[in-house]
């Protein structure tokens, strides 16, 4: 090792002791680092969204019920719109139109944008320069 390593060596070590906390600092609360260390919740155990609460468990009897009653109210909803002359093929016809829609705005948007920026002004004056409106 060269005597430029072995500076470099010992420069690195001293400042990574240097960061390290002593034994003594280790017990030790720093009220900067926890400044709501006065609030009981900081010191509370974790308690995850997930968890069950006391509430009363159904059985799988009454949620499989459950599920075929909600099922059995879709699709009487589906019926009562197809007897309106609602079709799916429809409904998936606007979908992708509306995708498509989006798709077109998004690089309208993006080119407002770049435009503003080689003017150097921004989208919402230029749409009021081409006659847009701000909820188009």
């Known amino acids: ?29 720093d009220p900067k680092r926890t400044p709501l260390s006065h609030l009981k919740k900081v010191h509370c155990p974790f308690k995850s969204p997930h968890h069950v609460t006391g509430k009363a468990k159904v059985s799988h009897e009454e949620e ?28 998936e016809h606007h979908i992708n139109m509306l995708h498509e829609y989006n798709d077109i705005k998004d690089i309208g948007q993006s080119l407002l944008g770049r435009i503003a920026a080689l003017r150097g002004t921004t989208t919402r004056d230029l749409y009021t320069q081409f006659g847009l409106s701000l909820d188009d």
């Open 1 to 29: 090792m060269s005597a430029d390593e072995s500076n470099e060596t010992s420069l690195v070590s001293s400042s990574c002791h240097a960061l390290t906390p002593k034994e003594s600092e280790i017990g030790k609360k």
């Open 64 to 91: 499989v019920a459950e599920l075929e009653r909600r099922k059995e109210q879709l699709d009487s909803e589906i019926a009562q719109l197809e007897a309106e002359g609602y079709k799916v093929e429809e409904l």
